[in-house]
């Protein structure tokens, strides 16, 4: 993805996160991750993995305020997320062996430690 469509993407996903918080719903920290990064979409001087960290963080905590009050599906929207995070590696297998690669290994380190919270 180039910069400018990664930009365009953290603005649309921060339009989402301002509209849910102007819905007045009983949000406990599902963007703080994302609030501690100090990285908005007009930050267009910031590096493009700053917005990959942002547009993760934001897709985060989106998912946790559409699954409010429903862990069963914030836990499978976290597998389903983790699987297409993986997609594009995961298929890839090792020829000489015939193994599926570890699924993680392609993943940035910030995404895997927030997908395992």
Not at 16 to 35: H, I, N, T, W
Not at 54 to 80: C, I, T, W
Request: net charge negative; aromatic share 6%.
């Amino acid at each position: 993805m180039h910069k400018d469509e990664l930009l365009q993407l953290h603005s649309l996903l921060c339009q989402m996160k301002r509209y849910f918080e102007e819905a007045g719903l009983p949000l406990v920290g599902e963007f703080s991750e994302y609030d501690s990064l100090s990285v908005s979409p007009q930050h267009i001087h910031k590096s493009k993995t700053d917005h990959k960290k942002a547009v993760f963080y934001l897709g985060k905590g989106l998912s946790q305020v559409v699954m409010q009050g429903n862990p069963d599906h914030q836990a499978r929207l976290k597998e389903r997320f983790i699987r297409l995070a993986t997609t594009a590696t995961a298929d890839e297998d090792d020829e000489e062996t015939g193994t599926a690669m570890g699924r993680d290994r392609n993943l940035p380190a910030f995404a895997i430690a927030a997908l395992h919270h």
